[in-house]
C-alpha cells in the first residue's frame, strides 16, 4: 500500500518536474510545476511530516506558485510555440544537475536513518517548543530577514 | 430502542452495520485483508460526502432565492413542488441539457480542467470537520492547517479558469479573486490563532470538544466577526463579490463557461458558502454541542444541533447578501488590510494576555473556573472594541453631501458642484 502511493507521488512529482521544463506554453508549465509540488506534499505525508506537507501546499501551491502565475501571466510570447523551450547552456544544467544527484546520493546511500519511537508526540507542539526554545534566535532572524524583504518590495512598489 | 439510536447517532450505527456486513462478504468469505473493508468504508465515506454536497447545495440555492426574496417582498421560485422546493432540479436539468460551448481562442486543457479543480478544494475541506461526536472522517493533528492549505489552492482553479477562457473579462475575473483570496486569507487565519492558542491544538476535534462548556464566540467576539468577514470575503459572497460583479465584468472568471462546467462552478461556490458556516460552528459556535445547560445535552442528536447553527450562520450570509452593497475595491483592499488585520493581530496579543491571566489563576476551560476566565476575556474584548472604534472613527470618515434645492434652482448647484 505505503510503496503504491510512494510510485504515484513520486511520478506525479517527476512528470511535474519534466513538463515544467518541456512545455512551450509558460502557464501550462507552472501548473505542471504546481503538480509537482502537490506530489512532493504527497511524499511529505508518506514520512509522517504532516505539518511539512500542510506547509509545502500552503506556501508553495497557495502563494509561491500564484505569483509565479502572475508574474508569467505578465510576460510576452506566454503562449507562443516557437518560442524556445531551452537555451545553449541545457546540456551544461544537465550534467551539473546529474552530478549533483550523483552526490546526494553518495552521501545519503550508505547512511543508516534512526527511527523514531512508535508513539511521536504531535509535530506542531514538537515544533513549536523547538522554535521557541533552543532555536529562537535563528527563527527571530528569518523573520527579520522577510521583514526587510517586505518593505524593500514596499518601496520597490512606491517608485 | 434501536430506532433511538438511528435517530441519535446515524452516522456510527450505519457505519457499524457497513462495517460488519463488509468484514463478512470479504474477510470472511473471500479471505481477502483486513485494509480492503477500510478502503471500502472511506470510499463509502467519501461518495456519502459528495452526494450530501449536491443535495446541499440544491437545497442552498433555493433557500437563498427563498430568503432573498422575502426580503425584497418578493414570492421567489414557488412553482414547482411545494413553494418552489424542485426548482433547483428543474434548474439542475436545465444546465445538463445546455450545450457545451469552448470559446474559440481558449486554452482548451486549461478551460476544461479549472471547473473539474475548483470543486475539489470545496469537498476536500470537510475530511476534517466532526459533524457529530466521533463523526469525523479522519481527526488530523494538524485539521486547521489542513483547512487553510486545501482552501488556499481554490484560487488556482479560478486563475486557471480566467485565463483559460481567453477573454478580458474572465482574466480580470480571475486575478481579482486572488487578489483578494490573498488578502483576506490572512485576516481569516490570524483570527483563529486566538482559539487555536485557548485550545492548545490544531486538531477540529479538540476545538469542539474545549467549547465544551462555553463557546468561543463568547471568548473571542472579534475574532468571530473578522473570521466572518474574512470567510465571506473568500467565497466571493455578497459584499465582497468583486471577482464575480455581474455588472463591472460580467460575472468574472466563470462567464465562458455553460451547462454542465458552470454548473460545477456553481457546486463549488455554494459547497464553499455551506464550509464557511460549517468551521464558523466548529470553531467558535460549540460545534455538534448543544449550548451548556443542564438537561439540555441530550434534547437533539448531535447532528441536528450542528445543522441548525451551520444554518443559522448560512442565513446570516444570505442576510448581509439581501442588505449591503458592493464593496469598491479600494475598500475592499482597506478594510482588510487597514481594519482586520491590525485588529487581529491585536487580539492574538490580547488573548495572550488573557491566557497568561488564566496561566496565573489556574482557571481552565474544562470546569467551572471558565467563567471568570471568560469576564476576562470579555473585558479585554470590549476594550478591543472600542479602541478599534476610537482610531477608526466611523463618524468622521468622508461621506457623500447631500442639498436639497428647488427644481428651479437645480441646474445652477449642479454646474456650481461639478465646476461645470
Redesign the interface.
Known sequence: MEFVLFILFAGMTLTGAILMVALHNLVRAVLAMILGFVGLAGLYLLLEAEFLAAIQVLIYVGAVAILVLFAVMLTQRVSDPNAPVNNNQAWLGFTVALGFFGMLSAVFAPLKWPSLPEQSVSTVENLGKQLIGPYAVPFEAASVVLLVALLGAIILARE | MDILKLIYDPFGSIGEGLRGLLTQLLVQSLGLPD?TVTLIMLIAGAGFLVAVATVTMMFLTWLERKVIARMQDRLGPNRAGLYGILQPVADMVKLFTKEDITPSGA?R??YNLSPMLVVLPSLLVFAVVPFANHVIISD???GF??I???G??S??AL??GG?GSNNKYA?LGG?RA?AQF?SYEIPQVLSVVGVLLLT???SLGRIVYAQNYVWFAAFQPVAFIIFLLASVSEANRTPFDLPEAESEIIAGYHVEYSGIKFALYFLAEYINTFAISVFATTIFLGGWQGPYLPGWGALLPDWLWFLLKSYAVVFVMIWMRGTLPRLRIDQLMNLAWKALVPLALVNLLLTGVGLSVMQVFGWKLNDFTVFPSLAVFLVLNVLMGAGFLAVFKPAHLPKRKVVLVSRSRAFEVTTTFTGR
Open positions: 485494509w486554452d486543457v486549461i488530523l493533528s494538524i492547517l489542513y487553510v492549505a486545501i488556499s489552492t484560487t488556482i486563475l486557471m485565463w482574466l486575478m486572488v490573498v492548545g491544538s490544531l
